[in-house]
Structure formats: C-alpha cells, structure tokens
C-alpha cells in the first residue's frame, strides 16, 4: 500500500486528508523536516512525499493529490475532466501553490527575506507577508463566494484542490491578527472541511502521535 511521509502543521495535510477519502489502505508515516528517516526516501528533506508499493517517490503537493485524484477516478476528487476543468483544478492548485503557500514564507521565516539580522527587520517582513496572505485570502474569498467547494459549476463538489486549501486556511485562522473574520466564504470552507468525518480522523491522527 501507498506510504504518506508527512508533518504535523505541514501542507502535507493535503494529501493526508485525499488519502482518507479515498478509503484504499494506506500507511502515514510522521517525520520531522530533515531527519534522516525522511532524508532516506526524499533527498530533499521535504513533505509531502508520496511512496508506491514498488519504491517509486513523488513529491510536491500538488502533483500528490493530482495523482491521487487520477489513480482513484471512482472517487470524483478530480474535479472534472472536461479540458476546462481541469485546467480550473491546475489553476486553482497552482494559485495554493505559488500565490497563497508562498505568502506564508515570509512569516514563518522572515529571516529568509532579509539580511538585517534585527528584530525590526524581521517584524517588518513578518508584517509584509501577513499582508500577502490577507490579500490572497481575499482572492479565495471572493471565488468562494456561493460556492460550498473549491470547484464545479453551482455549489461545487468537493475535490483535492479543497483538502489542498485545508491546511493554508488552518495558518490563516492561527497567524492572521484577525483570524479569518474578514473572510467569511473561507471561514465556511474551513467549517464544512472540519466537520467532516474523514477529515476528523486525520487530524485526531496526527494528534495522537
């Protein structure tokens, strides 16, 4: 069975949550960034990394869930396959990915984006990413607007690209000054993901360890 190599807190969350919707056996295995136990199947010292039965690896969040969405099409995680559908699914797994995952670096690593070794320093790029975020919450706010899911036509149907979504609107309720007050079409997402059953179980695992 497929082995999830994973973090608690971490965008690994994502597939974490696919994998237990999907229902199929599977084992999730917690690692700490760099350790030798995840350096021994992932070079780069990342998670989320994904592990076949016969050893193969794959890496990246988004490339997980839209493998794992298109190796169970009996679970309609995909989001559609007509061509405008999936180009939805790369574009909103694509703005998770390089619009909103990114603007978290800054804040939890200010040190990364300047040289001024001062508290002051750091601060100022902490307070210039959280304005990142809130911009980009705002984006996410607005599509979700009438929507009960990320993607489809009407209220949506659930799909990977709202588990990918799970974990960034998790940070934004911890490290936004407001929570997620001024987003309230995210905060909803963020309720309808929280009361589900499997999504539950995920998260009393990584708990429980």
């Not at 295995?29 to 076949?52: C, D, F, I, K």
């Not at 975020?133 to 993607?151: C, F, P, S, T, Y």
């Not at 489809?152 to 799909?159: A, P, V």
């Not at 934004?172 to 987003?183: D, M, Q, R, T, V």
Request: glycine content about 8%; overall charge negative; proline content about 6%.
């Amino acid at each position: 069975m497929p082995t999830l190599y994973y973090a608690v807190g971490a965008c690994s969350l994502a597939p974490h949550i696919v994998l237990e919707w999907i229902g199929a056996p599977f084992e999730a295995v917690r690692v700490q960034y760099g350790s030798p136990e995840l350096l021994a199947v992932n070079p780069a010292g990342a998670v989320p990394t994904l592990r076949e039965d016969d050893g193969w690896l794959l890496t990246q969040a988004g490339a997980i869930l839209e493998y794992l969405a298109a190796k169970h099409p009996e679970t309609g995680l995909s989001g559609g396959e007509s061509l405008r559908e999936r180009a939805e699914a790369h574009r909103w797994s694509a703005f998770l990915t390089s619009d909103m995952h990114a603007a978290f670096w800054p804040v939890f690593m200010p040190y990364r984006y300047t040289t001024d070794a001062s508290d002051e320093a750091k601060k100022a790029v902490t307070d210039a990413g959280l304005k990142l975020v809130e911009k980009q919450m705002g984006v996410l706010n607005e599509h979700l607007e009438g929507r009960d899911w990320m993607l489809g036509e009407g209220r949506g149907k659930r799909s990977v690209i709202d588990a990918y979504a799970c974990p960034m609107i998790r940070w934004g309720i911890k490290l936004l000054p407001g929570g997620l007050a001024e987003f309230p079409n995210v905060l909803a997402l963020h309720d309808r993901l929280a009361a589900d059953p499997a999504v539950q179980r995920v998260m009393e695992r990584e708990r429980a360890k």
